[in-house]
């Protein structure tokens, strides 16, 4: 049996890069419309998402529910950090039956990163309300983001 490498899935689901590192393509927006936090959005999206080993998902935060799903590949250590409370819960994402299972939740308004944890990982992204790119803010840009990384992030800044 022939091993699928990252470059053969980036060609065959015609993946581009991601902003916050990786690669990405948008598979669905629904029609429907709901109120989102600055005016009417799509009710879901739902992305692909590859992560290679070379490449990290940088800090970042968006103003809705992300729900990941792991599909294949190396597992994925994702970062979840609530500002607020000073909570960092780590999610490590892999098939069904073993570490933390294939899907993670990340809430509105929670700071993320991810890495591989192998040569790459497949996944796939639900939103909801849908995301917006004008939603989307890298956590560097943030004030007061510093002093996050002196504490409780101090050995994830390299993801920033």
């Known amino acids: 049996m022939s091993r699928v490498r990252a470059e053969d899935l980036i060609r065959r689901l ?16 629904s029609p429907l419309r709901v109120a989102g936090g600055k005016g009417e959005r799509a009710a879901v999206t739902t992305i692909y998402y590859l992560l290679e080993s070379h490449q990290m998902s940088r800090w970042h935060v968006v103003d809705a529910d992300e729900i990941w799903h792991h599909y294949g590949g190396a597992p994925l250590e994702l ?37 591989s944890r192998g040569e790459y990982s497949l996944l796939g992204c639900s939103v909801a309300p849908g995301f917006e790119f004008a939603d989307f803010r890298f956590v560097a840009s943030l004030a007061q983001h510093a002093s996050h990384f002196e ?9 920033l």
Not at 92 to 114: C, F, M, N, T, Y
Not at 151 to 159: D, P, Q
């Open 79 to 115: 970062y979840a950090y609530a500002p607020h409370s000073g909570e960092l819960r780590r999610h490590r994402l892999e098939p069904a039956g073993s570490g933390d299972g294939p899907v993670a939740v990340i809430s509105a308004g929670v700071w993320q990163a991810a890495r």
């Open 14 to 29: 015609n993946l581009a890069p991601h902003p916050e590192g990786g690669w990405y393509r948008e598979l669905y927006r």
């Open 151 to 159: 504490t409780a992030l101090s050995g994830l800044r390299e993801l």
